[in-house]
């Protein structure tokens, strides 16, 4: 069984500060929803604010977490929501399933093998089925707030790409979104070495940046983005 990396004290108060980013979060909500099918489940779940905005568009959603701390205060949160199934789940596993779709937020780079994990996500969808991911885009980028989140890798499209396909996995979709919140994140945590956490910076780059980034980027594609959008089949 996979080990939990990073500081997890670190990555919960980095996935809290992050919460507070909502038109960050319904944006890479939006991208992924076509691709989910009837029967979803998410790969790392975190503190649910991903699973709580997808979860109304189906009639059951999964949601899986791997830290035991973490786990207990999702299930905790979600408790009120029965069509939510939460559980726990690390990868590489073994584990076989007949979900609709795999989709996984910013974990596969947490991971040393993440082709293992790619294939076991692969696994648990039925043929036909996607697994749809978002990791963070650019190795120069690497800095003190991965680190401590416990990153092993950034990604570019090439090297994802890559991976996807080593997994067994078609490659149906692949961009970089988020241009300009890369040389933001570039700036704030590699230059001047903050933390991306809840605070004045993220409200202001949230509420004004970023809706003029998703305009811009969902009529021309950029070149480079903080992150790697994927949507790869598995074979039928």
């Known amino acids: ?8 004290r670190v990555q919960s108060e980095v996935l809290e ?18 691709y989910l099918g009837d029967d979803p489940i998410e790969v790392g779940s975190g503190l649910g604010d991903y699973v709580l905005e ?14 035991p701390d973490r786990l207990i205060a999702l299930k905790e949160r979600l408790a009120d929501h029965p069509k939510i199934e939460v559980r726990q789940m690390l990868l590489p596993h073994t584990e ?8 996984s937020y ?14 076991s996500m692969r696994d648990l969808v039925r043929p ?8 963070p885009a650019f190795q120069f980028a690497m800095g003190p707030a991965d680190i ?4 092993v890798r950034r990604y570019t499209k090439k090297t994802l790409g890559a991976a996807l396909t080593e997994a067994g996995l078609t490659i149906e979709k692949m961009h970089y979104a988020n241009a300009l919140g890369l040389i933001g ?14 605070g004045p910076m993220v409200k202001v780059y949230d509420s004004t940046v970023l809706p003029l980034t998703r305009w811009a980027e969902e009529r021309v594609l950029p070149p480079f983005g903080q992150s790697v959008f994927a949507v790869a089949r598995v074979p039928g």
């Open 17 to 34: 500060g992050l919460a507070t980013a909502v038109n960050h979060r319904r944006w890479f909500v939006e991208l992924a929803i076509p």
């Open 106 to 119: 910013n974990v596969l780079e947490h991971i040393e093998d993440h082709v293992g994990a790619l294939a």
């Open 54 to 67: 997808w979860a109304p568009h189906f009639e059951r959603f999964t949601a899986t977490e791997a830290d």
């Open 1 to 8: 069984m996979a080990e939990i990396t990073g500081d997890q």
């Open 185 to 198: 994140y570039f700036m704030a945590t590699k230059v001047f070495r903050l933390m991306p956490k809840e």
């Open 96 to 103: 076989r399933g007949d979900y609709s779709a795999a989709v």
């Open 148 to 151: 401590a989140t416990g990153h």
């Open 128 to 135: 036909g089925g996607a697994v749809v991911l978002i990791v």
